[in-house]
């Protein structure tokens, strides 16, 4: 598995490298720098942690837009590696897919699953944008709105059950509004998520302190330093559904790197706060994104 | 007819007439209440400069050369040179069309807005405006995407 999040890494950065060569007029076209986010862990386009109105890819309503996308976040006793794909299209409809892997290490066998025991998730996401306009509306304070779906199928039935989750599916539905404020240089975003998930899904959704849906926000502040250069911070709140282990908001602190149009770098101290019983995870999150 | 009337009657004949009456109105957007961003743009001569660099880079600019084409360069430069200096709380006017009135027939789609605004971001970088400053004048010219853009590429359906 690290050895695929490691090629899943150098293909994006390739593929970033060599679009411009290749893709001909369509490495000229699009929105500007740095205006479709990067990708979420969950495969939409946001901030990182927080999923945003934005709709991947650099087409406008012209054209079709995609990315690839490797993220590894190294926590103080687990790793999730992620990788995924996004499909924008006209600027109106993103259609994302990620796969991510969380893996237990060392901390596996004390829990006891067995060292390396990983949880895997696929996520699968449609997100539809409604009205407003984040970038060109500089004269109104209306934000983008989109709203979209993610379905989550976590591989570890068995397990997530044994630790109180009802299922080890689930389905999120968020609306989210995202606005550039040029005249400040900063961009905005928050968003409210109704979702059943433990840790985004991996550890499966409900529980048995509470099965139902809960409403959360995730937001997002960034301050554009360059057109290249993006820094800012997140938070996103989630519920708390097993009785075995607390679970607590997380926050990051990123710094989003445009190469180019092609290729995107992003680099975050991210706290995921406890989880699965095992205090205070913190660490570097590295994502690469490749697309166009 | 009153007084009044014969007045704007013959205003609005004069402005006709002639499109160097037409007002400051038809820029786009109020200018800023400050002369700042004047200054950070070096007053007039920087502003021509910022304009010159912006006309050269889009000539040269597969993307949006074509749109150039057959256009009267030395007024357009003219029509930007007032608008950026009137924008910006320079001792300028507009005596320009309107921007919708400007890109009439163009078939200017977003991604050919898109291509100018990166053009002008190297242009303000070579007169050496500040970032902050150039994403302060963007935000006064992005609104008038609405207007400027008067072609989608996207299906029907998906239009805005």
């Known amino acids: ?106 901390t596996g066998a004390k829990l006891g699953l067995g060292r390396n025991f990983t949880f895997d998730q696929d996520v699968v996401g449609a997100k539809v944008r409604l009205f407003g306009d984040a970038v060109y509306a500089q004269d109104s304070w209306m934000p983008q709105v989109s709203v979209g779906a993610q379905y989550k199928s976590n591989d570890k039935d068995a397990i997530v059950h044994a630790v109180g989750a009802k299922s080890s599916s689930g389905t999120d539905v968020y609306i989210a509004a995202t606005k550039v404020l040029l005249d400040d240089s900063l961009v905005l975003d928050a968003t409210l998520r109704a979702t059943k998930a433990n840790q985004t899904g991996l550890l499966g959704f409900g529980g048995d302190r509470k099965s139902g849906y809960s409403p959360e926000f995730e937001g997002s502040v960034g301050y554009l330093l360059t057109r290249h250069l993006v820094v800012g911070g997140e938070y996103r709140t989630k519920p708390d559904n097993l009785g075995f282990a607390k679970e607590d908001s997380w926050w990051d602190l990123f710094a989003a790197y445009a190469v180019s149009k092609n290729l995107s770098l992003t680099l975050a101290y991210a706290d995921l706060g406890d989880i699965a019983t095992f205090r205070n995870q913190h660490g570097l999150y590295v994502s690469l994104q490749a697309g166009f | 007819m009153t007084l009044a009337k014969t007045i704007l009657a013959a205003v609005a004949a004069l402005a006709i007439a002639s499109p160097a009456l037409a007002a400051d109105k038809d820029a786009g957007a109020a200018p800023f209440q400050t002369d700042a961003l004047y200054k950070a743009f070096h007053g007039k001569p920087g502003i021509d400069r910022v304009v010159d660099t912006l006309l050269v880079l889009s000539a040269a600019d597969p993307r949006i050369s074509d749109i150039f084409k057959g256009q009267d360069i030395p007024h357009l430069r003219q029509m930007l040179d007032e608008q950026f200096c009137y924008l910006l709380a320079g001792p300028c006017t507009y005596t320009g069309k309107d921007m919708k009135e400007g890109h009439k027939d163009l078939g200017i789609q977003e991604t050919d807005f898109n291509a100018m605004v990166e053009n002008l971001q190297k242009a303000m970088d070579k007169e050496g405006v500040p970032f902050r400053d150039q994403n302060r004048f963007l935000a006064k010219l992005a609104p008038m995407e609405r207007v400027v853009v008067q072609r989608s590429g996207a299906p029907k359906l998906l239009q805005r």
């Open chain 1, 1 to 106: 598995m690290r050895l695929l999040i490691t090629a899943g890494l150098a293909v994006a950065a390739m593929i970033g490298l060599a679009l411009p060569a290749q893709a001909g007029d369509m490495a000229y076209s699009g929105k500007l720098l740095l205006t479709q986010g990067v990708s979420t862990i969950e495969g939409s386009a946001g901030g990182g942690l927080a999923t945003w109105a934005v709709i991947t890819g650099y087409e406008t309503q012209d054209g079709i837009g995609a990315n690839v996308h490797a993220t590894y976040v190294d926590l103080s006793d687990y790793t999730l590696r992620d990788y995924g794909a996004s499909v924008g299209l006209f600027d109106r409809i993103e259609l994302s897919y990620a796969r991510e892997a969380f893996d237990t290490g060392s």
